[in-house]
């Protein structure tokens, strides 16, 4: 059974929890570093309960515990869009930052990659699946295609974050 929990969502910070029945995985570590250790102690977790962290992109608002997260728990896998591994690695102090480009696998859960559209150097959304069961997380994307379509059409659940206020987007700093 897989399980998705938003911890944060927003400009200020993001983090999903995703869980199957043996594997705990950090998607995105936004948000401060104390922040996120109250977040995990509700769920009656600590950091040496996560096998994993997955990161969508290099923006504050999904990296900004990372430094401090790694230099506590430096033997945490820190799974990154390719293009962005130079940047993470030089934000963290881990040894284990892999970049990604395709499926990988951490514990239990197989993990596939669909490459957003994002004013950043690398977006990426992430569906988790174990068994025949899939749930996915895609934020900050700019627009959707068939192929994310289809990415999310396994999923029994699927998290978007979006928003769309015209004002915002005539006035605002993103293409």
Known sequence: MLKLTPLFSGSRGNCTLIQSQNTNILLDVGYSYKKLLLALQSKNLTPK???AIVIT???DDHICALP???KYKMDTQIY???PIV???A???YSPFVEGVSGSFVVGDINVDVYECSH???ACCGYRFSVDNESIA???DTGCYTDGLVSFLAPCKVVQLESNHDITMLMQGRYP
Do not use: F, G, L, Y
């Open 49 to 51: 309960d996560i096998h």
């Open 57 to 59: 992109h290099e923006h």
């Open 68 to 70: 401090m997260w790694t």
């Open 80 to 82: 990154v869009p390719k």
């Open 86 to 88: 130079n940047c993470i």
């Open 90 to 92: 030089t934000r963290s």
């Open 119 to 121: 004013d950043s150097q």
């Open 137 to 139: 997380s895609v934020t």
